[in-house]
C-alpha cells in the first residue's frame, strides 16, 4: 500500500522517548467509512500517492494499519481556562507514524477521532462529522491565508452514531503537522515527572523541530529555542488579530511548540468586527475573546517557561518571555500598515489604526468588507466602505484622515491596491459557510465542501464568479454559537 509511487519515508522518533511520555493503542474501527475529504495537493507534498483512496479510507477508519505505524496517544496535560488539568492527553486522537517528505519536512500523523485511549477520561474517543469538517475547513482556510497551522490530509465519516447534544455522525481526520508537540507535554513533564523529563523532551524537540540550534552551547541553545517558540506564537497571534480569526480554546494543550494554529474547536472568523467577540459558547467569562487572544498568547508562554524552570536560568527564562511584546507588537504593527497599503513610517499610524478599531467597533462594520472595500479604492471608488456603514459621514470622516496618511506614501494607487489586495483576503472562511457545508455534507453530499475549500484557496483573488460567498452572512449566519462539544 505504501507504493512504489509513494516518495516519503517513514521515521517512528516519539516513540523512541521514555515510556511514559505515550501510551500504545490500538484504533477502534469505524463502520461503512466514507472518504469525505482528501488533499491531493498536500499528498503530493508529502510524497504520498493519492491513488490509493480506498486504502487510505480504511487507514482513516482505523480499519487497517500500515506497515510501519505504531499508534500511540501522547500523553500531556495543561491549563484549561486557567486551571492546571493533569487527567489530559490524547483522548481520542492518535499519533499514526512520523514521515520525512520529498523535500525533507518532517510530519506527525495524527488520527482525530480513532477511539479511546487511557486519557479519555468522560470521553467516547470519537468525533463527530460536524467538527471534523470545521477543522479540516479551517485549517486549509488559515494556511492558505499565510497563517501557520496544522493541515488537513483527509477526513472519513463513518456509519456509526455518536452521542453528543443528539445523536450525530462518527468521522475522523488525518491531521498532520511538522509536530504535535504542545506546550502541555512540557507542563506533563515538569509537574509529574521532573527537570529530567523536561531536559529528555526539550532535546527531542530541538534535535527534531529546531536542528539549526543544535551547534549552540546548551545554555545558549535553551535559551534560543525560547525565544524561537515565543518569538512564533507573538507572530501566529498577530497572525489572527490581523485577519479577524477568534481561536476559542486557547488552553495551552492546544498551543503548539511549532508556533501552528493548533485543535480547532469553536474558533470563529468576525463578520461584524467586535472587539471583545467571544466564539465559544462555554467561555462565559470571556477569558478568550478575540481581544483577550494577545494576552492569552503570553500567558500560555509564561506557563511553557514554568516548566524549564529547572533546566534553564531563571534571568534567560525572563529574557525569553520578553520577546512576546516586542514580537508581537511589530508584527501586528507591520501586518495592519501593509493591510492599510501604508509602506512610509509616521507617528500617527498607531493612532489612525487604534481609531480604526474604535469606529469599527462602534459601528459594527464587517472586518474582512471593509479592509477589501479600501483595496479596490481606486477601482471602485468610497463606494465599498461607505456603504457598509448607516451613517456615512462616520467613514467620510475617517477616510479624509487616511487620506491626508496617504500623500505621504510614495507607490502609486494602482499599485497600493494591487498590494493591499494581497494582504486583504475577500474570501474567509464565514461560520455560516461552514455551516451550509456541513449541513450538506449530514445529508451525504460533498459537493458543497469541496465548492468551498476551493474558494478558500485563493482568498485574496477577486473570484467574481464566487461573490456570494463573500457577502455578508445572512441574518441567521451572525453570531452562531458554537460550543465546545465535538
Ligand atoms: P479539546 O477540547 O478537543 O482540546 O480536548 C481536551 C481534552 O479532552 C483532550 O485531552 C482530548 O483528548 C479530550 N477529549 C475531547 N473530546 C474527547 C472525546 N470525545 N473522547 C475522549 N477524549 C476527548
Ligand atoms: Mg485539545
Not at 405 to 430: C, F, G, H, Q
Not at 454 to 472: C, S, T, V
Request: hydrophobic share 35%; aromatic share 10%.
Amino acid at each position: 500500500m505504501v507504493t512504489a509511487l509513494s516518495k516519503f519515508r517513514i521515521e517512528n522518533r516519539y516513540v523512541k522517548l521514555p515510556k511514559h511520555f505515550y501510551s500504545h493503542v490500538q484504533p477502534t474501527p469505524l463502520k461503512e467509512p466514507r472518504m469525505v475529504c482528501f488533499n491531493d495537493e498536500l499528498a503530493e507534498e508529502m510524497g504520498i500517492d493519492p491513488s490509493e483512496k480506498d486504502h487510505w479510507t480504511r487507514v482513516g477508519a482505523g480499519q487497517e494499519l500500515l506497515e510501519g505505524m505504531e499508534p500511540i496517544a501522547m500523553k500531556y496535560t495543561g491549563h484549561q481556562f486557567g486551571m492546571y488539568n493533569p487527567d489530559l492527553g490524547d483522548g481520542r486522537g492518535l499519533l499514526m507514524w512520523e514521515s520525512y517528505g520529498p523535500d525533507g519536512r518532517h510530519w506527525d500523523w495524527h488520527l482525530k477521532g480513532a477511539g479511546m485511549t487511557p486519557y479519555s477520561r468522560f470521553g467516547d474517543g470519537r468525533a463527530v462529522l460536524r467538527s471534523t469538517l470545521r477543522e479540516y475547513l479551517c485549517s486549509e482556510a488559515m494556511h492558505y491565508l499565510g497563517i501557520p497551522t496544522t493541515r488537513a490530509l483527509f477526513m472519513v465519516s463513518a456509519k456509526d452514531p455518536v452521542m453528543r447534544e443528539s445523536i450525530e455522525t462518527a468521522a475522523a481526520l488525518m491531521r498532520v503537522a511538522q509536530t504535535h508537540i504542545r506546550f502541555g507535554h512540557f507542563e506533563y513533564a515538569a509537574y509529574h515527572k521532573g527537570p529530567e523529563a523536561v531536559r529528555t523532551l526539550l532535546d527531542h524537540t530541538i534535535e527534531m523541530h529546531f536542528p539549526e540550534l543544535l551547534e549552540l552551547p546548551q545554555a545558549e541553545r535553551y535559551l534560543r529555542w525560547l525565544e524561537e517558540v515565543v518569538s512564533r506564537t507573538a507572530r501566529m497571534v498577530a497572525q489572527w488579530q490581523a485577519v479577524g480569526f477568534c481561536h476559542g480554546v486557547m488552553n495551552s494543550d492546544n498551543m503548539s511548540i511549532a508556533g501552528d494554529t493548533f485543535d480547532y474547536g469553536p474558533y470563529a472568523f468576525l463578520d461584524d468586527f467586535d472587539a471583545g467577540y467571544i466564539c465559544n459558547h462555554t467561555d462565559q467569562g470571556g477569558r478568550y475573546a478575540y481581544n483577550q487572544q494577545p494576552q492569552i498568547g503570553f500567558i500560555n508562554c509564561q506557563f511553557l517557561a514554568q516548566t524549564l524552570t529547572n533546566v534553564m536560568d531563571e534571568d534567560d527564562l525572563r529574557r525569553g518571555l520578553r520577546r512576546y511584546e516586542t514580537v508581537y507588537n511589530s508584527r501586528f504593527q507591520q501586518l495592519m500598515k501593509q493591510k492599510l497599503g501604508l509602506e512610509q513610517e509616521s507617528e500617527q499610524d498607531m493612532s489612525l489604526i487604534m481609531d480604526l478599531f474604535g469606529m469599527l467597533h462602534e459601528h459594527h462594520i464587517d472586518y474582512t468588507l471593509f479592509f477589501r472595500g479600501l483595496s479596490t479604492r481606486h477601482a471602485r471608488g468610497n463606494a465599498p466602505v461607505r456603504d457598509l456603514f448607516v451613517d456615512r459621514s462616520v467613514a467620510d470622516s475617517w477616510l479624509a484622515r487616511y487620506d491626508e496618511r496617504l500623500a505621504s506614501e510614495t507607490r502609486s494607487p494602482e499599485e497600493r491596491d494591487t498590494a493591499m489586495r494581497a494582504v486583504n483576503p475577500k474570501y474567509i472562511l464565514r461560520n455560516y459557510l461552514a455551516q451550509e457545508a456541513i449541513q450538506d455534507a449530514q445529508q451525504g453530499i460533498y459537493t458543497t465542501v469541496h465548492k468551498l475549500l476551493d474558494i478558500l484557496k485563493r482568498p485574496y483573488d477577486e473570484q467574481p464568479e464566487n461573490e456570494r460567498y463573500a457577502a455578508l452572512p445572512p441574518d441567521w449566519g451572525k453570531h452562531m454559537e458554537i460550543s465546545c462539544s465535538s
